[in-house]
């Protein structure tokens, strides 16, 4: 992950401070009154960033009570500035003759705050408690197993391993009751603020402003969503009816019946957006032996975090990137200290809006974490490119695109690869008699996070709009999961129950769309890069390394940041002004094929 912007709970604290920063707005603000407020604007917050940056950097890497006090003192300053300049851009916005630059950032800084309070005094005080109160329900959640409470993170990891249906039953019923039901009024309360200052900003709700971010209109992005999810339905419904028969050849129709959905505790994660977990129960057998392990032929090449990070940067100075800065290897965290805590949460850093660039991680030498690193560095690498462009359009075109950047060149860790960077002997690669089970592992970890990370924010442009009222909360969750992913809960729902309060992002409010966009995204650029390569085998087996050309063409993207309309990045990289999952299609292909046979004369869809 990108590092994220401060804690909407921070925000709302900032508001309280607010008039220490007013500025007079004109109470007919002309083009050159906005054109002189955006600059002030920008160097305001540029300077800004750069303390900020390095503080929340040593917050996250030397965690003591001093270091939280001094983040939070810093962000309430940086944040009550923030606010301040969304509520005044909202004025200048109505200036007339706006040129196309100063109205696309005067819109970035309406639009960047989560949650915004009202102007009214006390609601920013009354925010700030709901979203601290629910943030410390979950981070202090705990669900129970046998009997015995155990927490959030290890309750995840539980899920993944344990296959008595009875005791996946009590871990997912006590998680969600125990951390959703209780803060289901303090949600109806913080969605009314956070409308009442959405429109201070001059739009219909907090849906509508988190959709006006996309360079069209709020109401066109629904739709736009609707559209890549049924590109994508077709290959989803093929793994539900395949994971579900194999699920009931497990469990039995008691547990998991033939037909309907699937109960959703079964498929080896909380919410059932990943499904890579319960891989061994649905692997036909031999099918997942790919005939290495890239964790084993690291730790027999020697490597260690370091040299890790080295080849993942070799794959990025293969397409004729420059390599990072001296500073990266010095001031990145790539192992966790012994003698402090740290967050360990890998993310990628850009402190001085230039070339300070730094990962945090705590790496294992592992498969994983050679993934992870691969993706990470291609944050690092998209600020990097756009590090050029005025401090508004230092961002990814999209707020998915940054996310994608990373997740497609981690696609390309492929045994190809592998061989060109002397990890695989070439004699070992595995021949086509592999990739079923290849891409089937890979499909239960992607497939199943389309439609949730899509229904996610459904559900809360819903709620948001008032389409969805506080009292049917959890059956428009209910149904919109039946919908969209065909699963249910293992227990009957009610509405003393809040199951979507039991999902971090919700009551933190983090947008959820950037992740439904990158899932759709990284095919998407992943296929540009392999046609522009001339790769003609079948499109998982591609890696574009060492392909300066490739590597011209995506920085040529990169560097456009923010400035432009997502559409014309796409375009600059991809040849293409629509985003489409038809890539994302193509790359399982051979799996939907194998899928389609497998379910001959069973029953489809829910």
């Known amino acids: 992950m990108i590092r994220t912007a401060i804690s909407t709970a921070a925000l709302a604290c900032a508001l309280a401070v607010v008039p220490a920063f007013a500025q007079a707005v004109p109470a007919r603000p002309t083009a050159a009154d906005a054109d002189a407020f955006v600059a002030r604007a920008e160097k305001q917050l540029f300077d800004s960033s750069v303390d900020a940056g390095r503080m929340e950097w040593i917050n996250a890497t030397y965690i003591t009570e001093d270091t939280d006090a001094l983040s939070a003192k810093m962000n309430g300053e940086r944040n009550a500035l923030q606010v301040r300049l969304a509520l005044d851009a909202a004025k200048y916005a109505t200036a007339p003759g706006l040129s196309p630059g100063t109205k696309r950032k005067l819109d970035l800084m309406r639009g960047s705050i989560t949650l915004p309070a009202p102007t009214r005094a006390g609601a920013a005080t009354e925010l700030a408690g709901l979203t601290t109160k629910m943030s410390s329900i979950y981070g202090k959640g705990r669900g129970t197993l046998d009997g015995k409470p155990i927490n959030g993170s290890d309750i995840e990891a539980a899920m993944g391993t344990e296959r008595d249906p009875a005791k996946l039953k009590e871990m997912w019923t006590s998680w969600h009751d125990n951390v959703g039901t209780s803060m289901r009024g303090d949600y109806a309360k913080m969605v009314g603020l956070a409308n009442a200052g959405s429109r201070e900003l001059g739009y219909k709700d907090v849906g509508a402003m988190w959709r006006s971010g996309y360079d069209m209109p709020a109401d066109a992005f629904g739709p736009t969503t609707d559209k890549l999810w049924k590109e994508i339905e077709p ?167 940054h996310e994608a950047i990373g997740d497609f060149v981690a696609l390309s860790i492929t045994p190809d690869y592998l061989v060109k960077i002397g990890l695989l002997d070439a004699a070992k690669v595995p021949d086509e008699s592999k990739d079923v089970g290849l891409l089937l592992r890979s499909a239960l970890e992607k497939v199943p996070g389309v439609p949730w990370t899509l229904l996610v924010d459904k559900w809360r442009w819903g709620v948001f709009s008032g389409g969805v009222p506080e009292r049917g909360y959890q059956g428009a969750w209910d149904a919109l999961r039946l919908q969209y992913q065909g699963i249910a809960p293992p227990v009957k729902r009610d509405e003393t129950r809040f199951d979507p309060g039991a999902k971090y992002h919700i009551p933190a409010g983090v947008p959820y769309a950037r992740y439904f966009l990158a899932r759709i995204l990284q095919f998407q650029f992943y296929k540009a890069a392999c046609d522009q390569a001339g790769w003609t085998g079948p499109l998982h087996r591609c890696s574009f390394y060492g392909d300066k050309a490739v590597g011209a063409k995506l920085n040529a993207m990169l560097e456009m940041g923010q400035s432009k309309p997502w559409q014309d990045a796409l375009e600059a990289f991809t040849g293409s002004r629509e985003m489409s999952g038809k890539a994302m299609v193509e790359y399982f292909a051979p799996l939907k094929t194998w899928l389609d046979e497998q379910n001959k004369g069973r029953p489809g869809g829910w």
């Not at 793994?239 to 037909?259: C, F, I, S």
């Open 235 to 401: 290959l989803y419904q093929s793994l539900h009816t395949y994971v579900r028969w194999k699920l009931n050849e497990k469990y039995g129709d008691a547990v998991q019946p033939k037909t309907g959905p699937i109960r959703s505790d079964l498929l080896g994660n909380m919410w059932g957006q990943d499904w890579s977990k319960i891989y061994d129960l649905v692997a036909p057998p031999g099918a997942g032996d790919l005939g290495y392990d890239v964790g084993e032929l690291l730790a027999a090449k020697g490597y260690d975090p370091v040299k890790m990070v080295k080849a993942g940067e070799g794959f990025y100075s293969s397409l004729g990137l420059a390599p990072m800065p001296d500073t990266f290897w010095t001031r990145s965290q790539f192992v966790k200290p012994q003698d402090r805590e740290v967050i360990c949460h890998a993310s990628a850093w850009d402190i001085d809006n230039k070339d300070d660039l730094r990962i945090k991680m705590c790496i294992k030498v592992d498969a994983v974490d050679f993934s992870v690193i691969h993706h990470e560095l291609g944050h690092n690498y998209y600020q990097r490119a756009y590090n050029r462009q005025p401090y508004l359009y230092l961002n990814g075109a999209n707020d998915g695109f």
